[in-house]
């Protein structure tokens, strides 16, 4: 019996020792996209497969589970760096990082496929490996879509054979999902990009939309959000280099076309990506994001290859910039808490515009054979090139002065846990303080009629404002808003702001009034508040000339009664409070 024993445990040791010691020559790195002739993306356990191997057969690479998602899986990271240092702290002190996040929606699998052969032909010698610049990549971001694989949902896109779904386990489009976090997939995001703390961001996605001769298109973040230095550096450096990068390499691109309902001949708006999306998201990090976009209709085989070229061209820009977008992002997070406002809403500047040479199809509406009305039909055997007005450029329309901190009391825990999500730091006060704090009221607001993401989003949002001194309790959170993650908590903190966390619902219990009036009780303490407050009455009088409310008893009652000491405080009174600069 001990020499069976003897015997197998030296079978298990020698397996394993032979499993370790694999080397590049054991494995088969030939992508199931190139064995398929550019028609097939792989599976989720496919993808997960080929970068285990690919790390197992080179040191260069190593891949981690970090978090979980709505799917009940892993997410992964799939770092190569070639001097073997996967410490990112470490890596941070050196070089520059570059996370690419793919399968956001599975549907759109260009990027999977392209970075799968992109992080082989590196360590493999076939590209040339960065010396600068260490790569980082979500294999598979919507693990559940990715699961959820059909034939048929992506009815306008040409390839590949079989795909993703673009809803995640729940159904929720995650890249909508970065601020408000409702999925297990965007938190363990934050941790991975908190980690990571990359300076460069690509998201890899395939565009719908209008019909056009490119396969490639970027949308780089909105650079005037960015402010000063770094935006300029990404507008008139790093969005030029890509451009003409890639033109070397004979393949056209151009921005985002972001037309809907009508053809791209007349130009169009740059889209603006607000901190739902990615690209949003790492912005408030000072991180430099762009999404590649390629062409649905173009086939499946150069949509990779282009996606392939495209990753490969902004390693160069970042090996060559790597000193220069450093020493920026490190401006831009010691400047900005400086600032004395802070736009928290945008507009187009229409005096304002880019002009490039956009290649399009001729079009026209003609008579639909299936409704009869007008519908709209490219003719991609009539190509033109046409000059195109690109507004790119943005002006504010609402700032803020930024104060010193807010005040969240320890009830808001969502909220708080949100903060410690994203890494932001806060004192919790020792004992009962009162402090002399700058209060908002909800003065108006709309939302949705549909719900948007399970949401009902709040957009123009209005405010009142007023100065109180308020006793604090033991445990409430001080958060300072000088410090690395202040785009963020002015982005979430701030009412206004579009997707702040007021928009996005989390504050709907203070929208309800809780305690009322019997209209019969009501009545005779009105009339005393009347009868001992001249002003009260005045302004009272002064509403009746509106014929509306003078013929609406209710709303006379109710008038009076939220000017007494009877309305609740909490009714339409943000419980985010600010302290002043």
Known sequence: MRIITLIISFLTIASCNTSKNKTNQDFDFTTNFEKSNGTETPTYDEVITYYQNLAEAYPEITIQEIGITDSGNPLHIVTLNPDKIFDFKKIRQNKRILLINNGIHPGESDGIDATMMLFRDIVNGTVESPKNTVIVTIPIYNIGGALNRNTGTRTNQNGPKAYGFRGNSRNYDLNRDFIKSDTKNAQTFAKIFHLIQPDVFIDNHVSNGADYQYTLTHLFTQHNKL????????????HPQLEALLKEKQWDITP?????????????????????????????????????????LKPYKPRVEGTYELMRSMIEITEKDGEKIKELRSKAFADLPKQETYTVN????????????FKGYESAYIDSKVTGAKRLKYYSDRPYTKKVRYQNYFSPTRNIKIPEAYVIPQGWWPITEKLDLNQISYKTLEKDSAISVEVYHIAS?????????????????KLRKSKE????????RIIPTDQKGFRYILETLEP???????????????????EG???YVWEDKALELLENDDVLKIQFEEKKKDTLFAKNWRAQLDWIHKQSDNYEKAHMRYPIYRINK
């Open 496 to 514: 206004e702001a579009p997707d702040s966390f007021f928009n996005w619902n989390f504050f709907d219990t203070i929208l309800q009034q809780k």
């Open 227 to 238: 402010n000063g230095a770094l935006g300029a550096y990404l507008n008139t450096e790093m």
């Open 469 to 476: 001194t308020i006793l604090f309790k033991k445990g409430d």
């Open 256 to 296: 985002y076309v972001n037309v809907w309902g009508t053809t791209p001949d007349k130009g169009w708006t740059q889209f603006m990506d607000s901190p739902r999306y990615s690209t949003g998201y790492t912005t408030l990090w000072n991180t430099l994001g762009m999404m590649v976009e390629t062409h649905m």
């Open 445 to 461: 607001y709309q939302s949705r009629k549909t719900p948007y993401e399970g949401h009902y989003l709040h957009y123009n949002t």
């Open 346 to 357: 945008w507009k187009v500047d229409t005096t304002n515009a880019t002009y490039f040479n």
């Open 517 to 519: 009036f019997s209209p």
